[in-house]
């Protein structure tokens, strides 16, 4: 079967870095997405990997290691705007998105 | 200029009622999808829909049927409106099928059935 596993919630420091983990099983693999959700809004696009290694985009990176079927959010300097629930997806065989149920990331000052 | 838009963003109706929601992306997109999401938060495919194809997820009761009068629009019907129905209901779309593209979202419309 196809699934997403991530944490169900985590809390993090003002300014500190945080990791969200991920792991996937899907049928083939097309990449993998983070989208970021805030409490009452849509999602919204923060990444995409498709080869090993890092992807770094301003304080937020993404990493994948499809050997493992495992990735990580990374977010640095953390501020109080990104209190959010962190959804990752895997892509499988027919281009259709398996959602996790999201890590909902709580950032005390 | 909102990319994808949905009407109405809250519906509160009786079980048994028949209802609609409408989704419009102006982004000339050619796949749409419609979400549903769950108080677990799990976000579940029910439909995507291009010009060509729909592909139904075999798990989304029949009661459920997808109306696309062109390629801008994917409006959402449901019949026998069901408790289990609640849910908060979202809009997509993508620039082609069959492809690996960006999502985007439309936000949202919460469905409370009473």
């Known amino acids: 079967g196809q699934n997403i596993d991530q944490p169900t919630e985590m809390t993090a420091t003002e300014g500190a870095i945080v990791q969200i983990n991920c792991t996937y099983q899907?049928?083939?693999?097309?990449?993998l997405f983070w989208y970021q959700q805030h409490a009452g809004e849509a999602p919204t696009f923060l990444s995409y990997?498709?080869l090993d290694g890092l992807e770094e985009k301003g304080r937020f990176s993404s990493f994948l290691s499809r050997s493992k079927g495992y990735s990580y959010l990374l977010l640095k300097e953390l501020q109080m705007k990104d209190s959010a629930s962190y959804l990752c997806a895997g892509m499988d065989s027919n281009y259709q998105l398996i959602w996790g149920a999201g890590t909902k990331l709580i950032i005390k000052p | 200029d909102t990319a994808v838009s949905q009407t109405p963003k809250y519906l509160v109706t009786q079980m048994g009622n028949d209802k609609s929601i409408k989704c419009e992306q102006n982004?000339?997109?050619?796949?749409m999808y419609w979400y549903k999401q769950d108080s677990k938060k799990f976000l579940k495919i029910m439909f995507s829909?291009?010009?060509?194809?729909?592909?139904i997820n075999e798990t989304v009761p029949n009661r459920f049927s997808p109306k696309s009068p062109d390629k801008a629009h994917l409006n959402l019907h449901i019949n026998s409106l069901e408790l289990g129905d609640s849910a908060v209901y979202f809009c997509a779309s993508s620039q082609g099928a069959g492809d690996v593209n960006e999502q985007f979202f439309g936000p949202g419309t919460r469905l409370t059935v009473l």
């Open positions: 982004l000339g997109h050619d796949t």
């Open positions: 899907t049928s083939g693999f097309n990449g």
């Open positions: 990997n498709v």
């Open positions: 829909y291009n010009n060509k194809e729909l592909i």
